[in-house]
């Protein structure tokens, strides 16, 4: 139980900075790609929601697991603090509350990483749906002024 409490946070908020820095790299690299797109270079939809869509999994990932991850070093967390009010036979309620929230920080820094995350897999997503409107967009007049010409 020593290592335990000696390593959860660190090894909790280890993960969620992992977690972070991979988030916010997926999210810095699409960003970059979107700019770079130009949907007249596309034979079909599919190929270009491919490309539009590579790596936004990760960031939902992110965004839909960090609250867990939290929330799993909460339940740690409060797991250690009962483990000690037990072995030292005491019930002070000072103890008790201190620990509390000292565990219920891992869950706040899960959601604080997920709405970010989660914010900005949504505005990547508007990104892609703008994209494929503009490829339609640009296939029906083409396919409109081949049947003029």
């Known amino acids: ?3 335990l409490k ?20 997926f999210t ?4 970059l790609a979107y700019r770079k797109v130009d949907v ?8 270009l929601t491919v490309d539009l869509t590579r790596n936004l999994t990760m960031i939902s990932t992110v965004g839909a697991n960090a609250p ?16 000690e009010l037990g072995m030292s036979g005491t019930m002070n ?8 929230a000292l565990a219920l920080k ?15 897999y949504n505005l990547l997503m508007r990104r892609v749906e703008v994209c494929q409107a503009e490829y339609r967009a640009y296939e ?6 081949a049947a003029r010409g």
Do not use: C, K
């Open 1 to 3: 139980m020593d290592i």
């Open 106 to 120: 891992a869950t706040a820094g899960g959601i604080a990483l997920a709405i970010p995350s989660i914010i900005a």
């Open 68 to 83: 867990y991850v939290g929330l799993l070093g909460t339940v740690l967390g409060i797991l250690v603090t009962f483990y």
């Open 93 to 100: 309620t000072g103890d008790i509350m201190v620990g509390l």
């Open 6 to 25: 000696l390593y959860l946070d660190i090894t909790v908020f280890s993960l969620l900075g992992l977690m972070a820095f991979i988030a916010t790299w």
């Open 140 to 145: 029906a007049l083409n396919q409109a002024g």
């Open 28 to 31: 810095l690299e699409r960003l």
């Open 40 to 47: 007249t270079t596309y034979n079909h939809i599919d190929l």
